[in-house]
């Protein structure tokens, strides 16, 4: 166990227990607090901060991007942005909000949630945590710096060849979007192993498959779809890589090349991403509506089942982004039929919801508005999804601003109101104060608002036969009025925004003034509840053990004789302190960060001089060898009185924990 | 000038066909909900059942959230210190229902069951989609998408492996009720032939051909808008499809056989046109001037690119080959240029000189191009007041 290493250091090295210090840089850092410390960090939950952070930020930058559309696009005939920036920014909006904001806001949650979910004290590989981030905010602001050397890329995020190639995009933006995305890959590839790991191995004892909440099963499967899905479209980038920079011919239609390709392979990428994208939120509103619906979620192993059932048949119907791109009526046939099918496990979902709430009794606190509103909207989404899945149709609808409202409906209403909904109600826990619930309420009400009047109309605006990633329309062709509403509710969507940003400055400045939260605000059914608030730095002080599914709300309710719930505990009694103070935790590394900045760095090299690319490489390889040279741990950090972790002081009782040797013995003390 | 007053009724007929045609669809001139032509219709009378049967679970959906919201909803204290963990009391639960299987299936179950329904209809209508009822006439259209205007190949013979027997651009003119089998096609990047009132649409990806088809129910004036990015000037690449009755389009097709006249000296036009040799043959074709069957006197010779057009020609990787721009043969007797972004004619049926001025003058101030990379018309600012009215004066010439 890469966590809570037990073994005696003797085994592995010879060496004593207490290893000389080393020199020089090879040294671990040692401080958790500062600044500096969110550098070298490798705690999971820091990790999961970073990711929420920059998602944040870019949610900002990438807002800006559509405010810029809409204002263009506002009126026909505008001249808001010319038709060159116009291109580069509705593609950086793309490639922002999915790669840089919704990837990396599920990854905040998973981060954070996964290990306490399962009862862990970190990730599987910590410090590889830290590089995935890193690596991810090394590849977002590599791409955005392409604003600044040249202009931005204009392909689409998706980047049909052969409009990609250098012949048609003459500007490095293409270079940026393709060698950018690869290092954002390599973080994506590495967060999905590293959390499949975790789930798989350092479950606490008792967390059998079907314990599990329903949050970590979701993100379970998007790290298997991560999995599999990045490869291709880090061999698509590649591929496309050369394309640009060596005259390679891969996407050349005069040396032969077919551009359906690069369609194939985006779209099996694609597709798959979409559930990447929204299974987070899935996850995190399968949990905020039982807690306020006062009852458990419906159909446990049907939410889980077809969880899984998406993420299998995800990878079965990409070709339904090609309908208009001429692959033959039987291939069309088949993704038709396969598309609408997969509506079926998500229709269950969103049925499992509803009749979780029905009978309950309902508090509707912001999260749970935010999550009643991903019920809601994403049942647009989906409906005229299985519109497009209907071929025929679908030829009229792709690429019009009905397909645009579509995915708007599923992304925005599906994904941002899901994880909005999911801050408002980890906050507490992550933080140790809650968001303002007025203010929540505001920006909920003004974002969802502000969201229907956005994309409400682009159905209509489709359906009129207005087409996607146009920069300017004609007035006579009926597109005026819907477009002024649209960029009307956009920027209430903005002001949506910058209430959230107030609330959560408001409310970190009032924290002190309101009563403690407490480590369970919500009355909660997951672990994460049963430790302080904010999360102490090792999550537990008593690995838990795990005797049912929503074992912790099981300890703080049971039944009397009538089946009547009644009171066995509240949390403030059995949930963990966090005082613990000996418990030995993986120390902090300065080389994940060193390794992802030598990335950016080789990719600049082989945009602008490949000199550049010897500097990076030389960071990256030094950082790598210094990372597998450094001490595994800190000598000095964190470890108890006598110089090694011990972990048995606990009252011993552990029962019901025989599932997991390997932990068994060193994780008896159950919550209560 | 033989067939000026011909030409001009018949444009006169356009006119009021298009005036009805806007009539009848308002000013939505790109909308899918009102078909024009059989293969829209088809896919319209399915895809109504699926907007119908998606509206009616929408209503059920969005009605049971309300309902239950409201209904279930409880209030929290009104007093914030009697504020507890969630809001709720401690005897405060409802009945704990952990699932009901037969209500899971079912729910699994009844939409599988819908969709497969759905299924079987969208599948026989994929499949009818491509169905080409043969007419008489033989006649193929290559249609061929470039930065950023279409050009139309017209095989009359159906055999698309022989030079066409018209080129056009931007205005796609065929008969009326019958099907005309299109083979869409590419020089560059990928783009998408769409006329929403006729059909859905089909991409145009080079290497490809693409067979697709149009059928229009009655005499009109069709808009359609690139639909698959395809670069700079995405937004600025229209087309229409113009639908005529089977004799004005006989008419029409005669007219567009006949080469254009070389005019000799103290014709009207003759200046503008030696300044067109000069200046603008490099890429536009005239036939009969700037003869594309192989005549070298002008030095242009570009039957090869009007053969096996299914892929990409290498007029970006080498230079600029006549042909490489739209085919001004019969000019006049289109009613928009450069990519259809631009009127030929105002309200009342004259010559808008003006615009068509700017765009000979400086087209990449009219319409975003990037000419120095070989994408889109240049500008031509060397060109006199006088000398730009030559050359419209000789493009009026070509009826």
Redesign the interface.
């Known amino acids: 166990m890469a966590i809570v290493e037990d073994t005696p250091r003797e085994l592995t090295t010879g060496q004593p227990a207490v290893a000389e210090r080393p020199l020089g840089v090879l040294t671990r850092p040692t401080s958790t607090e500062g600044w500096k410390s969110w550098l070298t960090t490798v705690d999971h939950k820091r990790i999961g901060i970073l990711y929420g952070a920059a998602a944040i930020f870019f949610f900002v930058v990438g807002g800006i991007e559509a405010l810029l559309i809409r204002l263009q696009l506002a009126r026909p005939g505008a001249t808001v942005l010319?038709?060159?920036l116009y291109?580069q920014v509705f593609t950086m909006h793309g490639v922002t909000m999915i790669f840089l904001v919704a990837m990396p806001l599920g990854a905040a949650f998973a981060n954070y949630l996964i290990p306490l979910q399962i009862g862990t004290r970190d990730v599987a590989f910590p410090r590889l945590n830290a590089f995935s981030f890193w690596c991810f905010l090394a590849g977002a602001i590599f791409i955005n710096t392409s604003w600044f050397l040249g202009g931005a890329p204009?392909?689409?995020w998706?980047a049909?060849a052969?409009?990609t190639g250098v012949?048609?995009?003459?500007s490095n933006g293409m270079d940026f979007f393709a060698i950018g995305l690869q290092i954002t890959g390599i973080a994506s590839l590495l967060s999905a192993i590293n959390l499949i790991v975790t789930v798989v191995n350092l479950r606490a004892p008792g967390m059998t498959w079907f314990r599990m909440p329903v949050f970590t099963w979701m993100m379970l499967v998007v790290q298997v779809l991560l999995l599999f899905a990045i490869p291709v479209i880090t061999l698509a980038l590649f591929l496309l890589m050369f394309d640009r920079l060596w005259g390679a011919n891969f996407f050349n239609?005069?040396a032969?090349?077919?551009?359906?390709l690069w369609e194939h392979l985006f779209w099996i990428f694609g597709h798959p991403e979409v559930y990447i994208l929204i299974l987070p939120a899935f996850g995190a509103v399968s949990e905020i509506i039982p807690?306020?619906?006062?009852?458990?979620i419906?159909?446990?192993?049907?939410m889980i089942f077809s969880g899984i059932a998406i993420g299998f048949m995800g990878w079965g119907v990409w070709a339904h982004h090609m309908f208009?791109?001429?692959i033959g009526?039987i291939s069309?046939?088949a993704f038709?039929?396969s598309t609408?099918?997969i509506?079926?496990?998500t229709?269950?979902k969103?049925?499992?919801w509803?009749?979780t709430?029905?009978?309950?009794?309902?508090?509707?606190?912001t999260p749970m508005l935010f999550a009643?509103g991903l019920?809601?909207m994403f049942?647009?989404g989906g409906?005229?999804g299985?519109?497009h899945?209907?071929?025929?149709?679908?030829?009229?609808?792709?690429?019009?601003y009905y397909i645009v409202a579509h995915f708007h409906y599923v992304v925005f209403g599906g994904v941002i109101l899901g994880l909005f909904g999911g801050m408002y109600f980890w906050w507490p826990k992550v933080f140790g104060y809650a968001l303002d619930d007025r203010a929540g309420k505001w920006n909920f009400w003004l974002m969802l608002i502000g969201f229907n009047v956005t994309f409400g109309p682009m159905h209509l605006l489709g359906?009129?036969?207005?087409?996607?990633?146009?920069?300017?329309?004609s007035s006579?062709?009926?597109f005026d009025l819907w477009n002024m509403v649209a960029t009307i509710g956009s920027f209430m969507i903005a002001l949506s925004v910058l209430v959230f940003v107030g609330n959560i400055l408001q409310s970190y400045r009032t924290r002190n003034r309101r009563?403690p939260v407490?480590p369970?605000?919500?009355?909660g059914r997951s672990l994460e509840w049963a430790t302080a608030s904010p999360t102490p730095v090792h999550n537990f002080d008593y690995v838990p053990v795990v005797e049912s599914l929503d074992d912790f709300w099981h300890r703080k309710w049971g039944e009397d004789e009538d089946g009547?719930?009644?009171?066995l505990a509240t949390?403030e009694q059995i949930a963990q302190t966090g005082e613990r103070r000996d418990v030995h935790l993986p120390s902090p590394s300065y080389w994940p960060l060193v390794v992802a900045i030598g990335l950016p760095i080789i990719g600049y090299g082989l945009i602008f001089n490949y000199w550049l690319c010897m500097v990076g490489g030389a960071i990256v390889l030094g950082g790598v060898y210094a990372w597998i040279m450094e001490p595994t741990d800190d000598p000095d950090a964190a470890h108890g009185p006598d110089g090694h972790d011990d972990h048995h002081d606990g009252d011993g009782d552990g029962n019901g924990a025989t599932t997991d040797e390997s932990e068994a013995e060193e994780l008896e003390a159950p919550v209560g | 000038m033989k067939s000026l007053a011909g030409s001009r009724g018949r444009l006169a007929t356009l006119v009021a066909t298009v005036m009805l045609s806007a009539a009848a669809c308002g000013d939505k001139p790109l909308t899918t909900m009102d078909s024009a032509g059989e293969k829209a219709a088809q896919i319209n009378d399915l895809a109504l059942w699926v907007f119908a049967i998606a509206g009616v679970i929408f209503v059920l959906v969005q009605g049971m959230i309300l309902y239950s919201s409201k209904r279930f909803r409880v209030k929290p204290p009104e007093d914030p210190d009697q504020e507890r963990p969630g809001g709720y009391s401690d005897d405060e639960f409802p009945e704990q229902i952990h699932g009901n299987d037969v209500l899971e299936w079912g729910w699994t179950a009844l939409p599988a069951l819908i969709l497969a329904v759905v299924a079987v209809f969208t599948v026989v209508v994929i499949f009818e989609q491509d169905d080409v009822q043969a007419s008489g006439d033989p006649l193929v259209v290559e249609v061929v998408g470039q930065q950023w205007w279409w050009e139309f190949q017209y095989h009359l013979d159906g055999n698309t492996d022989t030079p066409p027997d018209i080129v056009t651009a931007n205005e796609l003119v065929m008969p009326v009720g019958v099907d005309i089998p299109l083979r869409v096609q590419s020089r560059d990047v990928i783009h998408s032939y769409w006329i929403p009132r006729l059909n859905g649409k089909r991409d145009a990806v080079p290497g490809r051909s693409h067979p697709w088809v149009l059928q229009a129910n009655e005499p009109g004036r069709f808009m359609g808008q690139c639909t698959e990015f395809c670069g700079l000037s995405h937004a600025y690449m229209r087309m229409f499809t113009v639908a005529l009755s089977q004799a004005d389009y006989e008419a029409w097709v005669a007219e567009q056989l006949v080469d254009a006249e070389q005019l000799s000296e103290g014709d009207v036009g003759y200046e503008g046109q030696q300044l067109f040799i000069a200046q603008c043959a490099e890429c536009h074709i005239i036939e009969g001037v700037t003869d594309r069957d192989g005549d070298p006197s002008n030095g242009v010779d570009s039957t090869d690119l009007y053969v096996g057009t299914a892929g990409v020609d290498e007029r970006y990787t080498d230079s600029l080959t006549a042909g490489a721009a739209p085919n001004l043969t019969h000019f006049m007797s289109r009613e928009t240029y450069a990519g259809s972004f631009f009127d030929l004619y105002d309200e009342d049926g004259n010559v808008n000189r003006a615009q068509l001025e700017a765009w000979v003058l400086n087209a990449p101030a009219e319409k975003p191009n990037r000419p120095d990379n070989l994408q889109g018309m240049r500008a031509f600012l060397n060109l006199t007041p006088d000398q730009l009215e030559q050359i419209v004066d000789y493009l009026e010439t070509l009826q």
């Open positions: 010319g038709a060159d291109n204009d392909g689409g998706f049909y052969p409009n012949l048609f995009s003459p239609v005069e032969g090349a077919d551009p359906l807690v306020f619906s006062r009852k458990p419906f159909g446990y192993k049907f208009a791109s001429g009526p069309v046939a038709s039929v609408m099918f509506a079926v496990p229709g269950v969103i049925l499992n509803m009749a709430m029905w009978g309950g009794r309902l508090r509707f606190t009643v019920v809601s049942t647009i409906l005229s299985v519109t899945s209907v071929a025929p149709a679908d030829t009229q609808q792709t690429d019009t359906l009129q036969g207005m087409s996607r990633r146009i920069q300017t329309y006579g062709q009926g009563p407490g369970d605000p919500w009355d009547n719930i009644v009171r949390a």
